[in-house]
């Protein structure tokens, strides 16, 4: 082999490696900010959810103490029963939705997986 033909391919081996190299750091920065964005999130969307956890408890309180003296042991037990079957309801969306998404990275997986069986002999 001519020592021109070795250099054009090492020439072109490097610049494949250089272009895979940015890529994979144009990657990673990109990973870094959508983690950073994701738990900025999931800090609000727990923020929100205490702040409503609050508002609701205070709510029923109010409620209650509203409700004649007479009726308030059944006030209470109306407001933990509604409060449990909320609970119920969330818990069973929350379960239908977990179900139905696939699991993570499946489909970069069967990708790498076809990949694979397109090397081998």
Known sequence: MSTSLLESANNLLAGVLD???TRFELFGTELREEL????????GGLAVLLLVGLGVAFGAVA????VAEANR????VGVAVLFLLAALVVAWQIR???GAKPRAF???????QRDLNAIKP
């Open 19 to 21: 272009l895979g190299r």
């Open 36 to 43: 950073a964005r994701l738990a900025t999130t999931i800090l």
């Open 63 to 66: 409620w209650i103490l509203t």
């Open 73 to 76: 042991v059944t006030a209470t």
């Open 96 to 98: 239908r939705l977990a």
């Open 106 to 112: 499946d489909a970069t997986i069967s990708e790498l």
